[in-house]
């Protein structure tokens, strides 16, 4: 048995959103069918396919929304936090779409402090891999508000 707490309302979103820009990345359905399909469908289903039923809607829909809406912008964002050895195109698709979800609330979300939304997506990160890749997500999104919200990082 884990000592680790049930992940918070917003987590929960938040992985949720993960998983469905991962969908998205897939290309076979558009944002709004994606989260239709977790909010009426796949909300209470176990496992990594699903979305607890508690989890906080209005965060997901607008993490899913606004980072498909900014997909252009965030990919820039984030291509330019990566190390000089790295391109977006090698980065692994899942990866991706929690780098997508987290460049999104930091550049976006202001009213979520740059430290919970980095260590927020660096939990996701360890929910799926136990290797270096949420090392990897720590060092970009920490890039990505240094950037973007340095003011916010110098205390």
């Known amino acids: 048995m884990s000592d680790k707490p049930a992940p918070s309302r917003r987590q929960a979103a938040r992985l949720a959103a993960v998983q469905a820009l991962y969908q998205w990345q897939e290309g ?10 977790f909010l009426r469908v796949r909300t209470g289903e176990a ?10 809607r209005p965060l ?4 899913v929304e606004g980072t ?11 291509s330019g936090a990566l190390a000089q050895d790295w391109t977006w195109g090698r980065i692994d698709r899942l990866v991706r779409a929690i780098l997508l979800a987290g460049a999104y609330e930091l550049v ?22 136990d290797q270096g890749e949420p090392n990897f997500v720590n060092s970009v999104l920490d890039r990505v508000a240094r950037q973007m919200r340095s003011a916010e990082l110098v205390k």
Not at 108 to 129: G, L, M, S, T
């Open 60 to 63: 997901f829909k607008d993490v």
């Open 28 to 37: 076979e359905d558009a944002p709004a069918e994606i989260i239709e399909q």
């Open 68 to 78: 498909a809406a900014h997909r252009n912008e965030l990919e820039t964002v984030v």
């Open 108 to 129: 976006h979300r202001k009213d979520v402090p740059a430290r919970v939304v980095i260590n927020e997506y660096v939990e996701i990160a360890h929910a799926f891999y």
């Open 47 to 56: 496992g990594e396919g699903g979305m607890r039923r508690d989890a906080d």
